[in-house]
């Protein structure tokens, strides 16, 4: 199973590298991230230049697609040559989103009728969506997953690996991260939020 990060110029690091550590953790077990990019280097929004893993076209064929947040998502959503490059089914694909992320999902139709979580800065350009944002880290509906806050890149990786190749498994890659003598209390809090997360409004 693959998974796309999608990944733009002015990116959020702890968005894309620590959804993409973790999964990368389940690599034995079959599920795989690649840092995904819309030209072969980009540079985040701390001056980090990063070879993509795989071109953006990648999205089309990936198991899982996580679209990261950056300081220039709104140029990404207004830029309609990048965003038909993008073509998500969420009827054979998990799609998350992290922060402002949410924006290329509701520019992509896929929020339509969901709520969604991103983070504070963000919040007014998804709601200028239509888009109702939640006061919580995670949601999920179906196939389509957002989170909200960078360290929240954990509970969509989380979700990812509970998917993909079950809660158990999430649960070993939480407790190898956590910090030291806060393994329980982390992944409990890591499940916890992926489980809410899918329920609330249900």
Sequence with gaps: MQVAVLTFDGFNELDSFIASSLINRCRKDGLEAFITTP???VTSMH????TGQRPVEFVTEADVVLVG????????VADDRLISRLTLDPSRQLIGAQCSGALVLARL??????????DRKS???VEACDVTVLDA????EGNIATAGGCLASQYLAAWVITRTLGEDAARAV????APVGENRETVERAMRAVRSGESVLH
């Design 123 to 125: 919040r007014p350009f």
């Design 69 to 76: 947040s950056g300081v220039r998502t709104r140029d990404v």
């Design 109 to 118: 139709g896929l929020l339509d009728g969901m709520p969604a979580c991103t």
């Design 137 to 140: 880290p995670f949601h999920a």
């Design 39 to 41: 030209a072969p280097v």
């Design 174 to 177: 939480v407790d190898y991260v």
């Design 47 to 50: 001056g980090v230049e990063v």
